[in-house]
């Protein structure tokens, strides 16, 4: 279904544009490679259609189509399911539609829609233009557009421009691939001589500088030389009228293929097989964008747009780029963290053990990190040092978990160990405290043999061991002095026993 991307909120000089959560959610799910279809046209001219039949091929729950002179579109809507795609050279790409608010609606101006058509532009890989009846004045007049596009559009920064204003010049390394759709074609593609040519020749040949100096005749060509430097990747798809019934044309959202033409159901084939095998996937300065980052980069030009500012491409890379390096920190941190917690069943772990963990895990985290980020060298140092920090912070919370664990399982162990060794002290099995003290070593030798290696486990003896010896001596001091104390009595009632005189 048809969900709003950059939603238009408000209205007149109020009016802002906005990344809707649900677009924010839905594109998060997406890895590169992704590629961006947009589609743009003037209003009433059956965009919405072009997308929901043509190009998705859903019949009546699509993009929103309507039968009168409003717009229906406003902002930009993102179809929420990717079409799987493989291009010409067999690599696959995960294809978005994009619909966009049709321009020139009686509803807007044209500041309006140079914004609408710059956000498409830029965010998309793939720009169709639709248009009905043929390529001639006034439908490139209607593509004026471009013409404002400097005014709207930078491609460095303001301190990489140095204060020079944006010429277009660079625009043809950021712009997406051209195709435009001119539908309801009726003219034969033949030239002087009668000889065909194909579509994209016939953009070529209405692209084609007009002859001489008037005013008029230059702002015709500067249109022409715009198209032709911006867009050096072109072409061009016509589609005849859909069907002969002009009562059917309000209808052809809910009709049937076998209501159309039939010429015009094979043009329709030919039309989706193109665009689904020549979008290429969305790149910016060379690397690929995922979900996550196309729905940074859609939130900067909308921020850009809102407050006023031209939509800077350098810029744009930037904060793309610096939004991806914190998401990729933090997805590292969070694989380390996922893995650490597997550990835990396992505890307690001696400390090289438990080093060696951290060393593993975080060659995993700092693998994951480099293969998600973007740039090198220094420029990647800050994201470093705060990966660093976290997996610090991580394992110091994992050390801790280990500690808790060593010496709940080492003070456990000693208990049990003593047990018996207790009993005796009570029993006053000892007569003297070496033979306690030869048991004792005992006891403590397999406690030190059984015991996990952890530094609680010579705390906890040494604690343990700190309060029972003293105790243990004392019971086995005073049960000595009883027996000697019950011996010399005994010896001293047996000598009076034996002096005592006998009686007669």
């Given at each position: ?13 109020d009016?802002?544009f906005?990344v ?10 997406l890895?590169?490679?992704v590629a961006?279809?947009s ?18 091929d859903?019949?009546?729950k ?5 039968a009168?002179v ?8 993102l179809?929420n399911k990717?079409?799987m795609t493989k291009l010409?050279?067999?690599s ?6 994009i619909d966009?608010?049709?321009i020139?609606?009686?509803d807007?101006d ?12 830029l965010l ?9 009846g ?19 559009i930078?491609?460095?920064?303001d ?8 010429t ?7 712009f ?8 309801d074609f009726?003219?034969?593609?033949v ?8 579509p994209?020749?016939?953009?070529e040949r209405?692209?084609?500088p007009?002859q001489g ?10 249109i ?7 867009f050096p990747n ?6 005849k ?5 002009e ?9 049937e ?6 010429e015009?159901?094979e ?8 665009i ?8 910016l300065n ?6 996550f980052?196309l729905s940074h ?5 909308a921020?850009?747009i809102n ?9 744009a890379?930037?904060q793309?780029?610096?939004?991806k ?10 694989l380390?963290?996922a ?12 400390g ?7 060393k ?12 998600h980020?973007?740039g090198?060298?220094?420029?990647l140092?800050p994201?470093?040092?705060?990966l660093?920090?976290a997996?610090?912070d991580?394992?110091?919370t ?7 664990v060593?010496?709940q ?5 000693i208990?049990e160990a ?7 002290v009570e029993?006053k ?9 030869k048991?004792?070593?005992k006891?403590?030798s ?7 290696d952890?530094?609680?486990?010579l ?17 086995i ?11 010399i ?5 047996s ?5 005592a005189?006998?009686l007669?």
């Amino acid at each position: 279904m048809g969900i709003p991307f950059i939603a238009l909120e408000g209205d007149g000089d109020d009016a802002r544009f906005r990344v809707t959560e649900e677009a924010k959610e839905f594109l998060s799910t997406l890895r590169a490679p992704v590629a961006l279809a947009s589609i743009v046209g003037r209003y009433r001219t059956g965009k919405s259609l072009l997308v929901n039949r043509m190009l998705l091929d859903v019949k009546g729950k699509g993009f929103q189509v309507g039968a009168t002179v409003n717009s229906c579109t406003k902002g930009l809507w993102l179809w929420n399911k990717p079409l799987m795609t493989k291009l010409a050279d067999g690599s696959e790409v995960k294809l978005l539609i994009i619909d966009t608010e049709g321009i020139g609606s009686l509803d807007a101006d044209a500041d309006h829609d140079a914004k609408i058509f710059a956000l498409a532009l830029l965010l998309s890989s793939y720009f169709i233009y639709n248009s009905v009846g043929s390529i001639d004045e006034s439908a490139l007049n209607n593509l004026s557009l471009v013409v404002e596009l400097t005014k709207h559009i930078r491609t460095k920064s303001d301190r990489e421009a140095g204060g020079e204003p944006e010429t277009g010049a660079e625009f043809a390394n950021f712009f997406p691939h051209f195709l435009w759709v001119v539908r309801d074609f009726t003219l034969l593609l033949v030239d002087e001589n009668g000889n065909p040519f194909s579509p994209k020749q016939y953009l070529e040949r209405a692209l084609t500088p007009v002859q001489g100096f008037s005013e008029g005749v230059e702002v015709k060509n500067r249109i022409r030389r715009m198209l032709l430097a911006f867009f050096p990747n072109r072409d061009c798809v016509t589609l005849k009228r859909p069907v002969e019934d002009e009562s059917k044309l309000q209808q052809l959202d809910q009709a049937e293929w076998s209501d159309f033409r039939p010429e015009f159901v094979e043009q329709v084939k030919l039309l989706r097989r193109k665009i689904y095998s020549s979008a290429p996937a969305k790149t910016l300065n060379g690397k690929m964008l995922d979900g996550f980052m196309l729905s940074h980069l859609a939130e900067t030009y909308a921020t850009a747009i809102n407050t006023g500012t031209s939509l800077n491409i350098g810029d744009a890379w930037t904060q793309v780029s610096k939004s991806k390096n914190v998401k990729a920190v933090d997805d590292a941190r969070k694989l380390y963290e996922a893995s650490a917690a597997e550990l835990e069943g396992k505890m307690p772990y001696s400390g090289e053990e438990l080093q060696a963990h951290h060393k593993e895990l975080s060659k995993a985290a700092d693998k994951f990190f480099r293969e998600h980020c973007i740039g090198h060298g220094a420029e990647l140092d800050p994201y470093i040092t705060s990966l660093t920090d976290a997996l610090h912070d991580s394992f110091l919370t994992l050390q801790s978990k280990n500690e808790s664990v060593a010496r709940q399982v080492a003070e456990d162990s000693i208990k049990e160990a003593y047990a018996g060794l207790a009993s005796m002290v009570e029993a006053k099995s000892f007569v003297s405290f070496q033979e306690y003290e030869k048991e004792r070593l005992k006891i403590r030798s397999e406690y030190m043999e059984k015991t996990p290696d952890t530094p609680a486990k010579l705390e906890v003896l040494l604690a343990f061991m700190e309060y029972q010896i003293p105790v243990a001596a004392g019971l086995i001091a005073q049960h000595s002095t009883t027996q000697f104390e019950k011996t010399i009595s005994e010896k001293v009632k047996s000598l009076l026993n034996s002096r005592a005189p006998s009686l007669p």
